[in-house]
Antibody
């Protein structure tokens, strides 16, 4: 069984930083591109970014609304993907999901709330 | 960036109905479009990938197709578990973009 478990969500003030983690099991993690997708409560889905696998040079891409503030990384030895979020804004408040294997597998999400 | 316009935003239907949801893209491409189902309080679930390929375990009543820049998800005979919100996603070009969602409700 494939499991993706996100953690690290919290309450944070605007301008603050937070690092989310997603641990994968049951997945061929080392060869999987991993994505982060977010969803503000009651709203639609927004792609945040992705990191490719080692054979693809761990190439990253980030969505326009987070580019320059958020950074995706991974540690294959821990089957973990990270999302470093800096300069947080109120509009970054959302559930953050990690997803892999061409988005066939999703975690349950972790909630980030940015409040002033 | 490719714009994705999903319609309708909401839809009321009855058990056994055939329903279609459409995503219109601002650029023409043949695949690289997926469909997801999201139940309240849950993560999205992949239904269809590369326009028309059903993900493993997805019932055959779900199908995907394309006509030009219009991509369609069809549910041939609605079942109670199908009442949910549906999203399309294009990943043909950066950045991948989701449709706005279609909330399917019981009539």
């Amino acid at each position: 069984e494939v499991l993706l478990v996100e953690s690290g969500g919290a309450l944070v003030q605007p301008g603050g930083s937070l690092k989310l983690s997603c641990v994968a099991s049951g997945l061929n993690f080392n060869t999987s591109a991993m994505h982060w997708v977010r969803q503000a409560p009651g709203k639609g889905l927004e792609w945040v970014g992705r990191i490719r696998s080692r054979p693809n040079n761990y190439a990253t891409a980030h969505g326009p609304s987070v580019k320059g503030r958020f950074t995706i990384s991974r540690d294959d030895s821990k089957s973990t993907v990270y999302l470093q979020m800096n300069s947080l804004k109120i509009e970054d408040s959302a559930f953050y999901y990690c997803t892999g294997s061409l988005m066939a597998y999703w975690g349950r999400g972790t909630l980030v709330t940015v409040y002033s | 960036a490719i714009q994705v316009t999903q319609s309708p935003s909401s839809l009321s239907a009855s058990i056994g109905d055939r329903v279609t949801i459409t995503c219109r893209t601002s650029q023409d491409f043949t695949s690289d479009l997926a469909w997801f189902q999201q139940q309240p309080g849950q993560a999205p679930k992949l239904l269809i990938y590369e326009t028309s390929n059903r993900q493993g375990g997805v019932p055959s009543r779900f199908s995907g197709s394309r006509s030009g820049t219009d991509f369609t998800l069809t549910i041939s005979s609605l079942q109670p578990v199908d009442f949910a919100t549906y999203y399309c996603l294009q990943d043909h070009n950066y950045p991948p973009t989701f449709g706005q969602g279609t909330k399917l409700e019981i009539k």
